[in-house]
């Protein structure tokens, strides 16, 4: 793997059979079994439907013994998830569980067993979803605050609305956001960001998450709590999950800064769909085309996350 020093070195391949079949990452008898991390969006589907060639893959995956686990930054929790797969036509009895940054979040919030989190409060200013749907925070006992001076903690799971006290989602822009995250500021409330994304990949377009509000709270002087990629705790619950260690399972992301960056911390092999959330600054209009090498050196480079493997898009 390269250092941050040195030219990114990687191996180009047309899809993950190669992989797959080399022996390195197939699955052994118990107690050593192999397994594969996956993202979802950018990787599996794009919001709306699946890649051409993603189910064949995962079946492909599945018939070789392979386990499979999703890691995702999703701000949802993961039976949620799991739902969403099925809606889109994967066939869940694949995967051997979801992890999301959400879940994490929820248990996290829920079980207190963290002294930070035990710190925290219970009183929070919450920014959701409104169009993609609320998130509930149903059973983690806290109390949605009306205005930031009754607040006690910044509590951020999507980009689009302002959570109610009933639970309902009053929407904001992300400037009106923004501002409400100034006067948090002001009060030196910490966030939890419970989708440390930027961006995601939404059919062909890219939408603002929660980790891009996070990040500007962060550079203003506000503490925030990441949970989720590229932070190695949602790397080794999955190992722990599966049953493996580092060597023994491989990551496969559309994001370098969330999904490799985290791959290179927790020293596990990675592979880099470029067809995801850097498709068009790679210049790739097109699923399935191929990026020219420069272009990803550089860009690996620029972000300091190195990929064992580049692939266009996940299939077989």
């Given at each position: 793997m390269a250092s941050a020093a040195s030219a990114p070195v990687f191996e180009r391949l047309a899809g993950i059979r190669a992989i797959a079949e080399s022996g390195r990452f197939k699955a052994k008898l118990p107690p050593t079994p192999q397994a594969?991390?996956?993202?979802?969006?950018g990787v599996l589907h794009d919001g709306?439907?699946?890649?051409?060639?993603?189910?064949?893959?995962?079946?492909?995956?599945?018939?070789?013994?392979?386990?499979?686990?999703i890691i995702s930054n999703s701000s949802r929790r993961s039976s949620v998830t799991m739902e969403k797969l099925k809606s889109l036509g994967f066939d869940t009895s694949c995967f051997l569980a979801a992890i999301t940054s959400g879940e994490l979040t929820h248990q996290d919030l829920q079980k207190r067993h963290d002294p930070w989190f035990a710190a925290l409060g219970r009183k929070c200013i919450h920014l959701t979803w409104g169009n993609?749907?609320?998130?509930?925070?149903?059973?983690?006992?806290?109390?949605?605050?009306?205005?930031?001076?009754?607040?006690?903690?910044?509590?951020?799971?999507?980009?689009?609305?302002?959570?109610?006290?009933?639970?309902?989602?009053?929407?904001?822009?992300?400037?009106?956001?923004?501002?409400?995250?100034?006067?948090?500021?002001?009060?030196?409330l910490p966030m939890v960001v419970a989708n440390p994304d930027y961006v995601t990949v939404e059919a062909r377009d890219?939408?603002?998450?929660?980790?891009?509000?996070?990040?500007?709270?962060?550079?203003?002087?506000?503490?925030?709590?990441?949970?989720?990629?590229?932070?190695?705790?949602?790397?080794?619950?999955?190992?722990?999950?599966?049953?493996?260690?580092?060597?023994?399972?491989?990551?496969?992301?559309?994001?370098?800064?969330?999904?490799?960056?985290?791959?290179?911390?927790?020293?596990?092999p990675s592979a880099f769909i470029t067809g995801g959330i850097h498709a068009a600054e790679l210049g790739l209009s097109e699923i399935g085309e191929t990026a020219g090498d420069d272009a990803v050196s550089a860009l690996c480079s620029k972000h300091g996350s190195y990929p064992s493997y580049v692939l266009p898009s996940f299939t077989w």
């Amino acid at each position: 793997m390269a250092s941050a020093a040195s030219a990114p070195v990687f191996e180009r391949l047309a899809g993950i059979r190669a992989i797959a079949e080399s022996g390195r990452f197939k699955a052994k008898l118990p107690p050593t079994p192999q397994a594969w991390f996956l993202d979802q969006f950018g990787v599996l589907h794009d919001g709306k439907k699946p890649y051409p060639g993603a189910i064949l893959a995962l079946e492909k995956l599945t018939g070789s013994g392979a386990k499979m686990v999703i890691i995702s930054n999703s701000s949802r929790r993961s039976s949620v998830t799991m739902e969403k797969l099925k809606s889109l036509g994967f066939d869940t009895s694949c995967f051997l569980a979801a992890i999301t940054s959400g879940e994490l979040t929820h248990q996290d919030l829920q079980k207190r067993h963290d002294p930070w989190f035990a710190a925290l409060g219970r009183k929070c200013i919450h920014l959701t979803w409104g169009n993609r749907g609320a998130i509930s925070l149903e059973g983690l006992g806290l109390q949605v605050a009306n205005n930031v001076d009754d607040a006690e903690f910044i509590l951020a799971h999507g980009t689009e609305a302002l959570g109610l006290p009933s639970g309902d989602p009053l929407p904001k822009s992300l400037e009106e956001l923004e501002q409400i995250l100034i006067l948090g500021l002001e009060k030196q409330l910490p966030m939890v960001v419970a989708n440390p994304d930027y961006v995601t990949v939404e059919a062909r377009d890219l939408r603002v998450m929660p980790g891009t509000l996070a990040a500007k709270y962060e550079s203003l002087g506000g503490e925030v709590k990441w949970m989720g990629k590229p932070d190695k705790v949602i790397y080794t619950s999955a190992m722990s999950l599966a049953g493996v260690d580092a060597h023994e399972c491989i990551m496969v992301g559309d994001s370098l800064h969330h999904d490799i960056k985290g791959a290179n911390a927790s020293g596990i092999p990675s592979a880099f769909i470029t067809g995801g959330i850097h498709a068009a600054e790679l210049g790739l209009s097109e699923i399935g085309e191929t990026a020219g090498d420069d272009a990803v050196s550089a860009l690996c480079s620029k972000h300091g996350s190195y990929p064992s493997y580049v692939l266009p898009s996940f299939t077989w």
